[in-house]
């Protein structure tokens, strides 16, 4: 069982920044790849970021490539999303995700342990 807990969510205005992170606890982080994902309000959740077990590779949904960027520290089993230039139409609710089958790293299928979420809220 992995544990994970996300903070860092908020109100922001158009244009501005928020740092997420995902905080893992239970068995080895590094033993799995790490994911973002958002669901807003009547929509299906959909892939955000996601980063491998060591760090080395970082996949993005087009709509974030630029602005947003997913890092991780092994050594504080921790996960970070740094969100720039936010949009109103982001405002969602944010979850970190842990998987372990590396070839499904941009879908919802490919994680087996999630968090409880944190609300981005964006003002226009």
């Known amino acids: 069982q992995v544990q994970l807990v996300e903070s860092g969510g908020g109100l922001v205005q158009t244009g501005g920044s928020l740092r997420l992170s995902c905080a893992a606890s239970?068995?080895?982080?590094?033993?799995?790849?790490m994911g973002w994902f958002r669901q807003a309000p009547g929509k299906e959740r959909e892939f955000v970021a996601a980063?491998?077990?060591?760090?080395?590779?970082?996949y993005y949904a087009e709509f974030v490539k630029g602005r947003f960027t997913i890092s991780r520290d092994n050594a504080k089993n921790t996960v970070y999303l740094q969100m720039n230039s936010l949009k109103p139409e982001e405002m969602a609710v944010y979850y970190c995700?842990?998987?372990?089958?590396?070839?499904?790293?941009?879908?919802?299928?490919?994680?087996?342990?999630w968090g409880q979420g944190t609300h981005v809220t964006v003002s226009s």
């Open positions: 995700a842990a998987g372990s089958r590396p070839t499904r790293i941009t879908v919802v299928a490919g994680y087996e342990y």
């Open positions: 980063i491998t077990r060591s760090g080395g590779n970082t």
């Open positions: 239970g068995r080895t982080f590094s033993g799995y790849h």
